[in-house]
C-alpha cells in the first residue's frame, strides 16, 4: 500500500473527517506518508452532499470512529490512497466506496478492507452500510459488492 501525504487531504476534509492526519513520514524512496488516525479534533463542521469525492473522509471517519477497528494507537492505521479506492454510484442515489486498510493493531488480521455505501449530507449521511470486511480477491467483486442492493 503507497502511503498517502497529509499534505494532499484538504482541510475541508478534516473538518468533515473530525480528526487530524499524521505528519509525513521521511522515506528515502520519496514515498508520501499513510493516512492515519489521531485523537486531535478538527476544526468546526462543514455540512456537503455526499459525493464520490467526499466519502472517503466520511467513511475514514465513521468507521474509525464507530468502533470496528482493534483497540490502540490510532496512528498505527493505515488507509490505502483515495486513488486506490473503488467507488461507485449507485441507481438508487446511495454511493459507495471500498477500500483496502492496514490496522497495525490487530495482531491476528492486519490487512481488511473498508466498505461504506451512504448518501445525504456529510454532517447527516443516511448509512446504507459500513463495516470493515476481508478484502475481495478482484476490483469487480468489490465493485459489485457496492452495487449490491439488499431488498427490505
Do not use: H
Request: net charge negative; hydrophobic share 35%.
Amino acid at each position: 500500500m503507497r502511503r498517502l501525504s497529509a499534505l494532499s487531504i484538504l482541510s475541508l476534509s478534516l473538518a468533515l473527517m473530525g480528526c487530524s492526519m499524521a505528519a509525513p513520514d521521511t522515506d528515502p524512496t520519496g514515498a508520501p506518508a499513510a493516512s492515519t488516525l489521531s485523537d486531535t479534533p478538527a476544526p468546526g463542521p462543514t455540512t456537503l452532499q455526499i459525493t464520490q469525492k467526499n466519502l472517503y473522509d466520511i467513511c475514514f471517519d465513521k468507521v474509525a470512529n464507530a468502533g470496528y477497528l482493534a483497540p490502540g494507537d490510532k496512528s498505527n492505521v493505515t488507509f490505502a490512497p483515495e486513488d486506490e479506492s473503488i467507488t461507485v454510484t449507485r441507481d438508487d442515489g446511495y454511493i459507495g466506496i471500498y477500500l483496502l486498510i492496514n490496522d497495525g493493531n490487530n495482531a491476528s488480521s492486519a490487512e481488511s478492507a473498508v466498505s461504506c455505501v451512504a448518501k445525504g449530507s456529510s454532517l447527516d449521511p443516511k448509512w446504507y452500510w459500513y463495516g470493515v470486511e476481508t478484502p475481495y480477491s478482484t476490483s469487480a467483486e468489490a465493485t459489485e459488492s457496492l452495487r449490491l442492493v439488499i431488498p427490505e
